[in-house]
């Protein structure tokens, strides 16, 4: 869920199949320009790491910007 607090869980397959799963927290959100949640990998458990993604507008288009 998209609130601060709220969790998440993505999962993504590569080229080859392998599966990849990654979990987290929204630690802040300023709607349209930023996200910062935690990110952790469900294969290396307690190895959390925080992302930071920013929004930028740029006419018709959006920038994305990530930083871990």
Known sequence: ??????KFRVQFSDSD?????A?????NID???N???T???ESEPNQISEL???FISM????????KF
């Open 52 to 54: 930071n993604v920013d």
């Open 59 to 66: 006419n018709d288009k959006t920038k994305i910007i990530l």
């Open 35 to 37: 996200l910062n949640m």
């Open 17 to 21: 199949s392998s599966v990849h799963i």
């Open 39 to 41: 990110w952790e990998w």
């Open 23 to 27: 979990r987290g927290e929204y630690l």
């Open 1 to 6: 869920e998209l609130t601060i607090g709220g």
């Open 31 to 33: 709607k349209y320009k």
